[in-house]
């Protein structure tokens, strides 16, 4: 796979304690994460995928959502390094990374211990739960209008790219393609992760109440949930909150801790 996939901020990967893959919300190139790269300890390597669609990849189309968990299952195994890997979804990057880690764990026989040693869902309401009978969807309208007020059911798209209207009329098409990919998503929790389970959520996101994220604890033998200051754009908006979650809860993960 060529790099352009994913980029690497961090630690060199031979002398990493800790390799993270974040797999971004909806529209999110690999510029997303460097935020959370620059908040996270030195000797972390912090691996973004950039999905077809966007960046450098920007004339590729959007797949389904079979197509972009290949494309993270790819990612995954093309980095590079031996460090523990916890995979880092965030919002609808979550449904894609939760298949990604489960597709690994089926090449791996679903044992523990395997190539990944965590799944960090940020900023998503559990995937139990499904879509509401006769809720709007972005598969059956593409007026600009209407598809941005359905996009503000999903949580809408981060403040510093709405406020810039030629960056977000590029990105726009993406953004879509990715929530349409996910609109219509829910599962069961099984098959279970074969690796701990991490949830953060912003104490402000209106989105993710309780009762919405409770499910969660469903889909691991060994899930935590952790509540940080802020809202529903936590990567992009408090990406040092984001960090310091995750570096707080390293003893969760069984391989880290090793």
Known sequence: MSARNFVIRGAAPQEAALRVLIVPHAGGGAASGLAFAQHAPADWLVAT?????RESRIREDVPEL??????????????PGTAPLIVVGVCSGAVIGLEAVRAVQREDGGRAGGPVAGLVAVSQWAV????RPGRPSLRDTDEPARVLEILEEFGGVPASLAAN????ALVLPAIVADMRAV?????EPEPLLACPLLTVFG???ELCPDERTADWSL???????VLVPGGHMLLTEDPGALV?????????FTAVRR
């Open 203 to 205: 104490d402000g996101d």
């Open 49 to 53: 995928a950039r999905m077809p669609g």
């Open 183 to 187: 609109e219509d998503y829910a599962s």
């Open 244 to 252: 310091g979650a995750l570096a707080d809860s390293l003893d969760h």
């Open 66 to 79: 079979p197509g972009l968990v290949d494309d993270v299952v790819a990612t995954l195994h093309a980095l």
């Open 128 to 131: 139990t739960e499904r879509p």
């Open 165 to 168: 209207a030629e960056m977000f």
């Open 219 to 225: 889909f691991s033998e060994d899930v935590r949930s």
